[in-house]
């Protein structure tokens, strides 16, 4: 059920970016998914989890996947970022972290450890 069964795929990457309260979903990720047309962000308070969910049609609560370069997409949610903060004592005001991940088969998901969550400076923040 995780990157270690025989079928290991690429690590699953996200940034996120609390300073724009933007998650940059990396294409590893989305083909992980499925190549969603569609995505639902979700988190599970107890385990400190993000989690990503591929859909195919829209629902009130799904966000349009738009390939940047053909490589990632951009996900932007004060609300989100705000409660996903609120989980997570890793995660500080104007950072920008990496998230290594794994897809859960069952649930069709990718997740993200919150506590594993590496600090990394991103082009917009070097200078700073």
């Known amino acids: 059920m995780g990157l270690n069964d025989s079928d290991n795929e690429k690590t699953l990457t996200i940034l996120v970016n609390t300073k724009y309260s933007r998650i940059t979903v990396h294409k590893s990720t989305l083909n992980a998914l499925g190549l969603p047309a569609f995505i639902q962000l979700g988190y599970n308070s107890n385990k400190k989890r993000l989690m990503l969910f591929g859909a195919n049609n829209q629902s009130q609560n799904t966000i349009r996947v738009v390939l940047k370069h053909n490589s990632f997409c951009y ?3 004060r609300s989100f970022m705000a409660r996903l903060m609120s989980v997570s004592k ?3 005001k ?3 972290y990496l998230l290594k991940g ?10 993200f ?10 082009s917009t923040d070097r200078g700073n």
């Open 102 to 111: 794994e897809m859960d088969k069952q649930l069709s998901a990718a997740y």
């Open 94 to 96: 104007e950072g920008t």
């Open 113 to 122: 450890s919150l506590d594993n969550a590496e600090r990394v400076l991103e």
């Open 75 to 77: 996900i932007h949610s």
């Open 90 to 92: 890793a995660l500080k």
